[in-house]
């Protein structure tokens, strides 16, 4: 879990918010209040915004193809009472899906999943394969098949576990 630059777009919400959970040391960034603080949540939300996470986090493991790290309730069935409405710029006629509510953060995500979809950038969203990283990250790789948050990281680590493997 290098430092990459953030996916485009209210992805990068959808991909801070995964990545509130570094797996390898347990810390959780909703555990404090700047934490929660960043997206809006109290911390009587603080479970269902986990359920989000963990959601969020199964979806960009199936975009890389990998079945997901435990069992979650299914996103579109977290999302699916997310307020959302067309707004649409007077000056330029441009439309965009918002959140009705702009402080709920299922409203938000649901917003970003919407307009990513549309874009066509949503299954560029991953999280890592590593089973100790599950980093969410955002693949620009020419033919979108990153497996790693950081080749330099998770990458060096699976080749060498690999390495090892065939010499042993």
């Known amino acids: 879990?290098?430092?990459r630059s953030p996916a485009p777009g209210g992805l990068?919400?959808?991909e801070a918010l995964v990545?509130?959970?570094?797996i390898e040391s347990g810390a959780d960034a909703l555990d404090t209040a700047e934490g929660r603080a960043r997206f809006g949540v109290t911390p009587e939300e603080t479970d269902r915004v986990r359920d989000l996470r963990e959601s969020l986090r199964a979806a960009l493991l199936a975009h890389a193809g990998h079945p997901p790290h435990r069992a979650v309730t299914p996103l579109g069935e977290?999302?699916?009472?997310?307020?959302?409405?067309v707004t649409v710029d007077p000056a330029t006629g441009s439309a965009a899906l918002a959140p009705a509510d702009g402080r709920c953060?299922?409203?938000?995500?649901?917003?970003?999943?919407a307009?990513?979809?549309?874009?066509?950038?949503?299954s560029r969203l991953k999280a890592c394969e590593a089973a100790d990283c599950h980093w969410a990250y955002y693949d620009r790789s020419p033919a979108g098949r990153g497996r790693w948050c950081s080749m330099q990281v998770c990458g060096a680590r699976a080749k060498m576990r690999r390495y090892r493997a065939k010499e042993g």
Do not use: F, Y
């Open 1 to 3: 879990m290098t430092e």
């Open 78 to 85: 977290l999302l699916a009472t997310a307020p959302l409405v």
């Open 105 to 113: 953060l299922h409203a938000r995500v649901a917003a970003a999943v």
């Open 115 to 122: 307009e990513s979809l549309i874009s066509g950038a949503w």
């Open 19 to 22: 990545n509130t959970l570094d």
């Open 12 to 14: 990068a919400l959808v």
